[in-house]
C-alpha cells in the first residue's frame, strides 16, 4: 500500500483544516466563552492529528495531540482561555504550517520537534486544569470486567483462523527456536476515516519486530477496506509481548490491542467456538452489507493526486457544452458527404456559425471552472495583522469585503504576495502609533480596508488605511538624497508622479528599516508582479487622512479580446481592455515636446510611440500624410501607438513564450492565428 497515493489530498485537506483554525482561533481571542468555536477547533485539530498519523508524520501527530487535549480540556470546563494560550495555540499553527511547507517540499516533515511550543502548550495545560482526576475504583472493575470478556472474544478470534500445514510448521520451528507466537486483535476507533492505512501502519510497524504468518480477514480485503473496525494475526517475534503491543499502540485511532501468546488450537476448540460465533458472525455480516449498502461507498482504492474542486452545476454545463461540439462535428462530417456544391455550400456556413457559438459558449464555460473566489488568498491575513498589531504595539483591525469575488486561478495564484506587501506597508509604515493617534483626534483602533470587486472585465481590489497618508515632500528629499531625482525635477513633480516614486527599486522612506516592511519596501516587487499580470496599481493618498492602493487585474489570463494591427508585414495583437480609441492623425499635427512626439487630442497631451521603431523594422521610404493611431491607457495615462493598418477584432489564446526566448518586455506573449501564422502580443502597460 503506496501512502504517496494520498500526499496530495492530505496536503489540500491540512491547508483547509489550518485556515479553519486560525479563523477559529481568532474567533475564540475576541469571544473566549464561545463553546461552539471551542468545539469547531477540537474537531480540525482532532482530524489533523488522525490525518498525520495515518500518513507516518509522528511530530506533526504529537503536536497536534498535545492541542487536541488542551481543547478538550477547555470543552469539558477544567480551563478557560486565556491570552496566553491563544498565543501558545498560533505558535503551534505556525509550527504545523512549518511541517506542512518541508511536506509540500520533500515529502517529509523535517526534523524539527518544536519542543520549546509543546512545553509551552503543556505549561498552559498544567496551569488551565492542574493535576489529572482521579480515576474512580469502581470504573477500575468496570474495566477489568471488559477487558477480561474482550479477552475471551478475542480468544475465540484466534481460534478462527484457520491454520494450514506449512503455517502449522512455520510456529513449531518457530518454537523450537526460542521464538514467541503471538495471537493479536487490533480494535480500530469506529471514528476513524482510513482504517486500511491505520491498518497499513499496523503491518509496518510489526514487520520490524518480527513476522506475520496469517492475516484474518486477508490483507487484500484489508486494504480493500472489506473488514470491520478490527482484524486478527498470528506474529512470530523474537520481542516480548509488551515490545509488540506498543508497536501497535503507538498508531493513532487504535482503540485496543489484545495479544496474547497463541498455542495451535485442537480440532474440538475450533468447532466449539465456530458454533458459539455462528450465529455473531451471521449478523456481523448483515449488518455490515446494511451500512455498506447505506453510506454507498465503493470497496475500491482511493487513487488521487490531483484534487479538483468545482461546482457540479458548472460541470453539467461544461458536459452539455461538449455534446453540442459533438453534433457540430457531425453535421460539418455530413456537409462533406453531400454531392449538391450550393446546398452543401449553405449547410457548411449554417454548421460553422453553430459551431462558433458552440465554441463562445464552451470558452465562458471553461473559464467559470478556471475562476476562483478570492477569499481563498485574503483569508490568511486577518490572523497575519492579528500578529503585526502585537508585534508593532498598534492597535488596528482589517475589514475585507468582496472575498467572494472571482479571478483566473493563474492570477489567483501570484496575487497573495503582493497584497501581502500593501497591507504589511499599511500596518508598519501607514497607521500611526495608538499614541500619536489619540493625540490628533483619531479613533484609538486604526483600521485598514481590503475590498474587491468586479469592474467590466477586470477585478479591482483596494487596499486602505486610516493612517498618516504619504508625505510627499519627504518622498521628494529621499529621492534626491538617493539619486532618483534632481531638485528641478522634484520641483516640476506633481504629487501623483512624486508618490510614484515609492515603486522604484530600493526605495523607502523609512527612518528605520524594520523586519516589517518601510513603505516603499517590496513595492517594486508588487508593480512588477501585477504589470505582469496584465494589470496596474495606482496610489491615492492625503496627508493626515490615509493612503489607498488600488490594483486592477485582468479576469482571465488564458484568453482575451485583442485588436490585430499590422506594422510593415508582421501582424501583432494589442488587448482590447488596454485600448481606449482609435485615431487618424494628419502627420502635420504632431508636435514635440522636449524632443518627443506628441499630439494633442481634444485639449489632451498624448505622446506617441511608433511601433516600427520600437520593434526595429525597416523604414518608410516617405513618411505618410496620415496615419493610424491606438491610444492605449494604464491608470490615468494615455500613450498612442503608431502603427500602419487594422486588421480587426479578435478572440485569442495567449502563449507564453517560454524560458528560451529573451525578448524586450513590451512582448507580453504570442498567439497563432487562423492560418497557422504567429502574431505576437503588445503590451501596452510597459510601453506606457
Not at 254 to 272: F, L, R
Not at 293 to 317: C, H, M, P, W, Y
Not at 613 to 640: F, H, Y
Request: with cysteine; proline share 3%.
Amino acid at each position: 500500500m503506496d501512502l504517496s497515493q494520498y500526499l496530495e489530498i492530505f496536503i489540500d485537506e491540512t491547508k483547509e483544516h489550518l485556515q479553519t483554525l486560525n479563523d477559529q482561533v481568532l474567533i475564540l481571542e475576541a469571544e473566549p466563552d464561545n463553546i461552539d468555536t471551542v468545539n469547531e477547533i477540537f474537531r480540525a485539530a482532532h482530524s489533523l492529528k488522525g490525518m498525520a498519523g495515518t500518513m507516518g508524520f509522528k511530530r506533526m501527530q504529537r503536536l497536534t495531540h498535545d492541542m487536541e487535549n488542551v481543547f478538550s480540556e477547555v470543552r469539558n470546563g477544567k480551563m478557560s482561555v486565556t491570552p496566553d494560550l491563544v498565543d501558545t495555540v498560533f505558535k503551534c499553527l505556525d509550527a504545523v504550517e512549518e511541517y506542512l511547507s518541508c511536506i509540500v517540499e520533500s515529502s517529509d516533515e523535517g526534523e524539527n520537534d518544536n519542543e520549546d511550543v509543546i512545553e509551552a502548550l503543556n505549561a498552559c495545560l498544567e496551569a488551565g486544569s492542574g493535576s489529572a482526576p482521579v480515576v474512580e475504583e469502581a470504573e477500575v472493575v468496570v474495566e477489568k470486567k471488559e477487558e477480561s470478556a474482550a479477552s475471551g472474544a478475542d480468544k475465540r478470534k484466534f481460534l478462527e483462523i484457520g491454520i494450514a500445514d506449512f503455517e502449522k510448521n512455520a510456529i513449531s520451528e518457530a518454537k523450537a527456536k526460542n521464538m514467541n507466537v503471538y495471537g493479536v486483535t487490533v480494535y480500530i476507533d469506529e471514528n476513524c476515516m482510513l482504517k486500511a492505512a491505520r491498518a497499513f501502519l499496523v503491518f509496518q510497524g510489526l514487520e520490524k519486530v518480527g513476522e506475520i504468518i496469517k492475516c484474518v480477514p486477508i490483507v487484500q480485503d484489508i486494504e480493500d477496506e472489506k473488514f470491520d473496525f478490527d482484524f486478527s494475526m498470528i506474529v512470530i517475534s523474537s520481542k516480548p509481548i509488551d515490545a509488540v503491543k506498543k508497536v501497535i499502540s503507538n498508531v493513532s485511532e487504535i482503540k485496543e490491542v489484545v495479544i496474547e501468546d497463541y498455542e495451535v488450537p485442537s480440532d474440538a476448540e475450533v468447532t466449539s467456538s465456530v458454533q458459539v460465533e455462528k450465529e455473531k458472525d451471521t449478523d456481523k455480516k448483515e449488518d455490515t452489507k446494511k451500512k455498506t449498502t447505506a453510506s454507498g461507498k465503493s470497496a475500491g482504492k482511493a487513487v488521487a493526486n490531483r484534487s479538483v474542486r468545482v461546482d457540479i452545476e458548472k460541470l453539467d454545463v461544461l458536459m452539455n457544452l461538449v455534446s453540442e461540439l459533438i453534433i457540430a462535428k457531425n453535421g460539418l462530417v455530413s456537409v462533406s458527404n453531400q454531392e449538391d456544391s450550393k446546398t452543401s455550400m449553405q449547410s457548411f456556413n449554417e454548421q460553422i456559425e453553430y459551431l462558433e457559438r458552440v465554441t463562445t459558449n464552451l470558452h465562458e464555460s471553461v473559464m467559470k471552472v478556471r475562476m476562483v473566489p478570492i477569499e481563498s488568498v485574503v483569508n490568511r491575513f486577518p490572523r497575519m495583522i492579528r500578529d503585526l498589531s502585537k508585534k508593532l504595539g498598534k492597535e488596528m483591525e482589517l475589514i475585507m469585503t468582496g472575498e467572494e469575488t472571482e479571478l483566473d486561478r493563474t492570477v489567483i495564484d501570484e496575487i497573495g504576495d503582493p497584497l501581502m506587501h500593501m497591507l504589511r506597508n499599511s500596518a508598519d509604515h501607514g497607521l500611526e502609533s495608538t499614541i500619536d493617534r489619540l493625540k490628533i483626534g483619531k479613533p484609538q483602533v486604526g483600521t485598514i480596508w481590503l475590498n474587491a470587486y468586479q469592474d467590466g472585465n477586470n477585478v479591482t481590489i483596494e487596499v486602505e488605511d486610516d493612517g498618516k497618508g504619504i508625505d510627499v515632500e519627504k518622498v521628494k528629499a529621499s529621492a534626491i538624497a538617493k539619486g532618483h531625482i534632481t531638485e528641478e525635477q522634484a520641483e516640476m513633480m506633481s504629487e501623483k508622479e512624486a508618490v510614484e516614486l515609492l515603486f522604484r527599486p530600493a526605495f523607502s522612506t523609512a527612518e528605520k528599516i524594520s523586519d516589517v516592511s518601510g513603505r516603499g519596501v517590496g513595492l517594486d516587487v508588487v508593480k512588477n508582479k501585477i504589470e505582469g499580470l496584465g494589470g496596474d496599481v495606482e496610489v491615492t493618498t492625503k496627508l493626515g487622512e490615509g493612503t489607498k492602493f488600488t490594483i486592477r487585474l485582468p479576469l482571465t489570463l488564458a484568453i482575451i479580446q485583442a485588436l490585430m494591427v499590422e506594422v510593415r508585414d508582421e501582424k501583432y495583437a494589442i488587448p482590447l481592455n488596454s485600448i481606449v480609441t482609435i485615431e487618424d492623425i494628419m502627420t502635420s499635427e504632431i508636435k514635440y515636446v522636449q524632443q518627443k512626439e506628441v499630439i494633442n487630442l481634444r485639449g489632451t497631451v498624448i505622446p506617441l510611440v511608433r511601433l516600427d521603431e520600437m520593434l526595429d523594422c525597416p523604414p518608410r521610404e516617405e513618411e505618410p500624410e496620415n496615419m493610424v493611431v491606438v491610444i492605449v491607457k494604464k491608470g490615468d495615462k494615455q500613450t498612442g501607438l503608431v502603427i500602419d493598418n487594422l486588421l480587426g477584432q479578435q478572440e485569442i489564446v495567449i502563449k507564453p513564450l517560454g524560458k528560451y526566448i529573451n525578448i524586450h518586455k513590451m512582448i507580453s506573449g504570442a498567439t497563432i492565428l487562423g492560418d497557422g501564422e504567429v502574431a505576437l502580443i503588445i503590451d501596452s502597460n510597459s510601453l506606457v
